[in-house]
């Protein structure tokens, strides 16, 4: 055990020896390691400034618009988020910052989104080669993402509120048939009915009329017990059917303005639809109408203008430097042990 012991104090000391006799390798793989990664990082690195803005999302089930109620397809803001990585905006942006040897793939690893699960707030965070770089393509993604989502959800909104008039239409018109059908059997009936019905009543049951005839015959009222008369009254089914008629054509006449309105809007929806189509295809928004079905407005809103980064965030300069000075120490500590190896064998 004494002479294990031993064996292992010589080892070590040998180890030592090996790293004091070596100190110079050692020093030199040190800073030419330290050397190389400053030349890396001032020299060779490009600076990279990152831009962030903020904004505010929450999207209820749905909203109340001119046209109706509209139902979101969904509540989840990442759904929402997401769009900034669409390729269809991701070229839109290289062609609007003129770079045409981009990737959208490049691009879309620049872009971050930080947000926490039940927070509406929202970081939008993207790279650029300077400060104002970085700024002025978070600008430009900005615009690009809250017109993006306008226009995405406006369309699904048309959509949506064509088809329910649509389908609204062909419910009103056959209302109307069977209304105006109904009449014309209401209309038909009221054509057989008298206005008026007579009846014979004992002219006793008038005691007036029965006093005053009476007096004119120069008779007692006891005298006229067994004596009729004739009496017209208005007939009550008359007035019942007057009156249906009367409820139904106005009715008619609601239903008629109904008609009328969904033709309206559909004309409007219809139009609007036809206009977001030919700026998805064309940019043109001259005939887009701006205050009309922008269901997102108060759903989503973004800072005016992004942060100003004023220290890069890469390169790392210290950490690289301080890995450097590590992995040289490493690479000398390695190569003074072999070489005690090598010189012993």
Avoid: C
């Avoid at 020299?43 to 999207?59: F, K, N, R, W």
């Avoid at 990585?85 to 490049?106: H, M, Q």
């Avoid at 699904?156 to 062909?170: D, G, M, P, Q, W």
């Amino acid at each position: 055990m004494e002479d294990r012991h031993y064996e292992d104090e010589i080892s070590l000391k040998e180890l030592i020896m090996a790293l004091v006799n070596n100190w110079k390798m050692i020093t030199m793989f040190i800073v030419i390691s330290a050397v190389l990664a400053l030349g890396y990082v001032f020299l060779i690195a490009d600076e990279v400034y990152e831009s962030s803005i903020e904004g505010i999302i929450s999207v209820p089930e749905s909203t109340s618009t001119r046209y109706g109620t509209y139902t979101f397809p969904t509540t989840n803001k990442m759904d929402y988020l997401n769009e900034v990585y669409s390729n269809a905006l991701l070229e839109n942006f290289i062609d609007e910052l003129g770079l045409e040897e981009a990737t959208v793939e490049g691009f879309r690893e620049s872009i971050v989104i930080d947000t926490e699960e039940e927070s509406t707030r929202f970081m939008f965070k993207i790279t650029g080669e300077s400060p104002e770089d970085a700024m002025n393509r978070l600008v430009v993604l900005k615009n690009l993402y809250l017109e993006e989502i306008q226009m995405k959800y406006k369309e699904s909104a048309l959509n949506y509120f064509v088809r329910e008039y649509h389908v609204t239409a062909k419910q009103l018109e056959e209302t109307l048939l069977n209304q105006k059908k109904q009449l014309r059997e209401l209309e038909t009936e009221f054509e057989d009915v008298s206005p008026v019905i007579t009846l014979q009543k004992l002219v006793t049951s008038d005691p007036v009329y029965a006093a005053e005839l009476a007096k004119s015959r120069g008779l007692n009222l006891e005298d006229l017990s067994g004596d009729k008369m004739l009496e017209e009254e208005i007939n009550p089914h008359y007035l019942t059917i007057q009156g249906n008629i009367i409820d139904l054509r106005k009715t008619i006449q609601d239903t008629e303005r109904a008609i009328e309105k969904n033709i309206k809007y559909t004309n409007e929806l219809k139009t609007e639809l036809v206009a977001v189509q030919n700026f998805a295809v064309s940019g043109d928004e001259s005939t887009l109408t701006n205050d009309m079905l922008n269901v997102m407005d108060s759903k989503l809103q973004m800072s005016v203008q992004p942060s100003f980064p004023r220290n890069p965030i890469a390169p790392r300069k210290a950490l690289t430097l301080a890995i450097a000075l590590v992995l040289g120490g490493m690479i000398g500590v390695f190569a003074a042990f072999f070489k005690e190896y090598w010189k012993n064998n």
